[in-house]
């Protein structure tokens, strides 16, 4: 997947307080209430009569067959769909209400039913203010939840024995052009069900248009309409089972266009039972920084004949990684037998490698193809030195560099804006210094660190790496942004610890 483009996606949750209209052309506003009644209100002459099939003419039959059999599924499954309305306290104080779907499953090795859904659809919600409505019309709590922000899943356990669960389907029998039904509640509308096609698998390196980018990403892209309200409902196959968790839409107007996205059945089964038998998702840890721009250009650098693979740019200090003697310009090829499209394909891979398990790397190191094993590590287990930051995905609090008498703080898309930036900017803006503004030569407030001794940085935990690792009183090089006059210029700066 070429690095240029990212899809820009909406998820799937809408306000349950938004108004639904229904238009025709040439026709007025109908009101929510008048939608049954224009639904069943269909004159005779409107109805096709159906003979008798003729001799050799089999086309009639199969089209009324294969419609037989999504009513089927339909009847089978509608009782699991739940809809699910959460309501949390804002930014400004207010209540925000938001709406989306879910399904009812139930785990083999633990005893207890559950609703799966999307984890923005209960984000930050109390038990007490999370609604689930049931097929027969009952609104029930959830007595616990379990929530995984790197794949947008979370699981909402539920007292009652009593209800239809669905099943869970091998999303790895998915075949581009195999029939789906997309089901959920689509602009608070419950039980509905929409018909598509699987259009493409493996999607990643999607913008989920959040405030944090989901690490686990693998989707499943369908035509099937699904539109806000339709978050964390079902994806179905054509035997009636659940190969997928509808997520997000790319969409220029917030609505339907044919393109949406879905979590893997497996990679949910696989989120669902590490939640219930252990809390939360146990992640393999490798402890490198890959490049995300590795495009064909350098992978023709690297005697690579097309663009594969992921390199690497940083390997952090008692790392796996480094115990494996993993080196920066490292080009990853293959991890335990699969070959690597891209780095996100590699870290979704790792992350949900089982722990302590070795597996086998193959690289290519100064144009010659090499194989390694790597033993992977939990990575909330290790030293905060060697570890990434956990959760690089939402907004951190000021951090201060220990000894160096700096106060920093990791930009994002939201920040970036306000320090006169562009939105993709990325790195570590100055908040404070030991002896106030420094020089044109030295560090200034809203500098914004992006490299230091030529490795880029973009959190302060990279920065505490390379610091901890830079030996001697020698001066470290940094590369910084600085705004100039309305202009951003790139400066670099010998700086003293």
Known sequence: ???????????????????????????????????????????????????????????????????RHFAKIARVVTPSLVHIQSHRTGRNGGTVEETGSGVLMRSPGHNVVFAVTNQHVINQAELSDIEIKLYDGRVIHPIAKLEDLDTDVAVLKLEDDRLQTANWGDSNDLDIGHMVLAMGSPFGLSKSITFGIISAKGRRSLNLGSSRNVLNQDFLQTD??????????????????????????????????????????????????????????????????????????????????????????????????????LQPDDVILSFDGHDIEDESHLIHLVSLTELNRTVRLVIVRQGRKETIT???????????????????????????????????HRVDRQLAPQLGLSEIARGIVVMSLPNGTGSDNSLQLYDLITEVARQRVESVEELSQLLSSHKGDAPILLRVQRLQDGKTVDRLILWQK
């Not at 349950?16 to 025709?24: D, I, L, N, Q």
């Not at 001799?55 to 089209?63: F, K, M, Q, R, T």
């Not at 690579?304 to 796996?320: C, D, H, K, T, Y």
């Open 374 to 408: 790597v033993r992977l590590t939990d990575r909330t287990r290790l030293k905060p030195q060697s570890a990434l930051p956990l959760d690089d995905r939402m907004p951190p609090r000021d951090t201060s560099v220990e000894n160096v008498g700096l106060s920093l």
């Open 224 to 325: 099937a309409a699904i539109n806000p309200g339709n978050s964390g409902g079902p994806l179905i196959d054509m035997y009636g089972r659940i190969v997928g968790i509808n997520t997000a839409i790319a969409s220029s107007s917030g609505g339907n266009e044919g393109i949406g996205f879905s979590i893997p059945s497996n990679l949910v089964q696989k989120v669902v039972e590490q939640m219930l038998t252990h809390g939360r998702v146990q992640r393999a840890y490798l402890g490198v920084k890959l490049d995300e721009n590795f495009d064909a250009e350098k992978a023709r650098k690297y005697a690579l004949e097309r663009q594969r693979g992921a390199r690497v740019v940083m390997v952090l200090p008692q790392s796996p990684a480094e115990v494996a003697g």
């Open 1 to 67: 997947m070429s690095r240029s483009k990212r899809w820009q996606c909406v998820l799937l949750t809408t306000l349950a307080t938004s108004a639904f209209t229904v238009r025709s052309v040439g026709a007025d506003e109908v009101e929510p209430s008048s939608i049954t009644t224009m639904a069943v209100r269909v004159s005779d002459e409107a109805v096709i009569p159906v003979s008798g099939p003729s001799e050799g003419d089999g086309s009639l039959p199969a089209v009324i067959e294969v419609s």
